[in-house]
T-cell receptor
């Protein structure tokens, strides 16, 4: 089955700790994205990557870092510098600038709670 | 500056009603307008999408109406069912680039 997997589903972190959220896709998509979703709010773009070894900041990149060493993987690190990290994190992928239709495929999400 | 504005924030209809969710955009270079459906605790999934060269697209009970001159598009759900209760997001993108999302509409369909 093709798709996007995120792990873990739930993650608890103590204040001051860095945590890394995993995102893997087997859709052969070039582009990958990380969004943050707070209760009752929309999707805010954290980082995105169009190709391997390249990524750009989104609207709320402060306190987060990413890497794109492989086409299939786009891990997100939530650092201790992120003031309010408790949220639902969504990873997505798409065929960036390849097709006229830019459907994004989303993973199931990771719910991060800071204790 | 929010490039895609979505309304209403929440919507309650009776079963069989026709909820309508509206979105307005500012960037005239946008050329792809999808709607996503999200159930609680899940990731969003593409519901239906339209390009600006057509004014309407229908897939099953879901219809997108597109008004290019007004820079607006809307989602209509015919014969709504309790199973349609979810959060709906509109989005827009340019040249298959990254998408800009609306803030979402929480729809509740009462039995």
């Amino acid at each position: 089955d093709g798709g996007i997997t995120q792990s873990p589903k739930y993650l608890f972190r103590k204040e001051g700790q860095n945590v890394t959220l995993s995102c893997e896709q087997n859709l052969n998509h070039d582009a990958m994205y990380w969004y943050r979703q707070d209760p009752g709010q929309g999707l805010r773009l954290i980082y995105y990557s169009q190709i391997v070894n390249d990524f750009q900041k989104g609207d709320i990149a402060e306190g987060y870092s990413v890497s794109r060493e492989k086409k299939e993987s786009f891990p997100l690190t939530v650092t201790s510098a992120q003031k309010n990290p408790t949220a639902f994190y969504l990873c997505a992928s798409s065929r960036y600038r390849v097709s006229s239709y830019n459907e994004q495929f989303f993973g199931p999400g990771t719910r991060l709670t800071v204790l | 500056q929010q490039q895609v504005k979505q309304s209403p924030q929440s919507l309650i209809v009776q079963k069989g009603g026709i909820p309508i969710i509206n979105c307005a955009y500012e960037n005239t270079a946008f050329d792809y307008f999808p709607w996503y459906q999200q159930f609680p605790g899940k990731g969003p999934a593409l519901l239906i999408a339209i390009r600006p060269d057509v004014s309407e697209k229908k897939e099953g009970r879901f219809t997108i109406s597109f008004n290019k001159s007004a820079k607006q598009f809307s989602l209509h759900i015919m014969d709504s069912q309790p199973g349609d209760s979810a959060t709906y997001f509109c989005a827009a993108s340019e040249n298959a680039g990254k998408s800009t999302f609306g803030d979402g509409t929480t729809l509740t369909v009462k039995p």
